[in-house]
């Protein structure tokens, strides 16, 4: 569905993604992982169209952004906009009718409340409904589970396993592994704008050992907590 060849991205002199090479297959969920400034974001951000690269990416659509949704670690929403009005705003952008909004409000969001009046992970969750409700084939969450309530990351673990069955697309970044080792087909270290490792399902606890190993190390010890 959808396939990255030799994707670079530099921002002034310092290379952000170094020749990143995936393919992205219908009815399947993959996680990136890495440490912060790996290139997660900045490769979500040239997928979506919102960064320039060199390199290439292709899919089985003309345009790919009209076809995608992404949920960005920290949502965007004009000031004086309620949270009604912003699933409205997002649904033009397809040309898509939902005449009840209210009906589908799956997090019990205060809709007519300013969007910018609301916490974190209410933000979050008003901006992935109204994508869900756009009726992308690409959704790209990330970091979803950041800021979420323990009920609200069940209920995305679902709505990701139900994307999957619908035959969507999904790529999903977090801290959280065990989500991604819930939902996710194949996960994908990152490291230095690099894809050093790709790991299937059945290999996912190795993944987890190894990172806490490479991560953690001996790292507590050097605090000599008492």
């Known amino acids: 569905m959808i396939s990255i060849k030799n994707l670079s991205k530099n921002y002034n002199k310092k290379r952000v993604l170094n020749s990143i090479n995936l393919d992205f297959e219908k009815g399947k969920a993959y996680g990136i992982v890495g440490e912060n400034g790996a290139g997660k974001t900045t490769l979500f951000?040239?997928?979506?169209?919102?960064?320039?690269?060199?390199?290439?990416?292709?899919?089985?659509f003309?345009?790919?952004?009209?076809?995608?949704?992404?949920?960005?670690?920290?949502?965007?929403?004009?000031?004086?906009?309620?949270?009604?009005?912003?699933?409205?705003?997002?649904?033009?952008?397809?040309?898509?009718?939902?005449?009840?909004?209210?009906?589908?409000?799956?997090?019990?969001?205060?809709?007519?409340?300013?969007?910018?009046?609301?916490?974190?992970?209410?933000?979050?969750?008003?901006?992935?409904?109204?994508?869900?409700?756009?009726?992308n084939d690409l959704f790209i969450l990330d970091e979803p589970f950041n800021g979420v309530d323990i009920q609200s990351n069940l209920m995305i673990t679902e709505i990701i396993k139900k994307l999957k069955g619908l035959g969507k697309t999904v790529i999903i970044s977090s801290h959280i592994f065990s989500t991604l080792a819930d939902t996710c087909d194949e996960i994908y270290l990152m490291k230095e704008g690099r894809m050093i490792k790709k790991v299937e399902q059945h290999?996912?606890?190795?993944?987890?050992?190894?990172?806490?190993?490479?991560?953690?190390?001996?790292?507590?010890?050097?605090?000599?907590?008492?």
């Open 62 to 135: 003309d345009k790919l952004k009209d076809h995608l949704g992404f949920l960005q670690t920290e949502p965007f929403f004009f000031s004086k906009i309620t949270g009604k009005e912003y699933i409205q705003l997002l649904a033009n952008a397809r040309n898509i009718s939902i005449p009840k909004i209210e009906d589908r409000n799956l997090f019990n969001l205060p809709l007519n409340q300013y969007a910018s009046t609301y916490s974190t992970g209410m933000k979050k969750k008003l901006a992935l409904t109204a994508i869900l409700l756009q009726e």
């Open 45 to 60: 951000r040239c997928i979506s169209g919102l960064e320039t690269y060199k390199g290439l990416i292709t899919s089985a």
């Open 203 to 226: 290999d996912f606890n190795k993944l987890e050992t190894e990172m806490k190993a490479f991560t953690i190390g001996d790292r507590i010890d050097k605090l000599d907590l008492k």
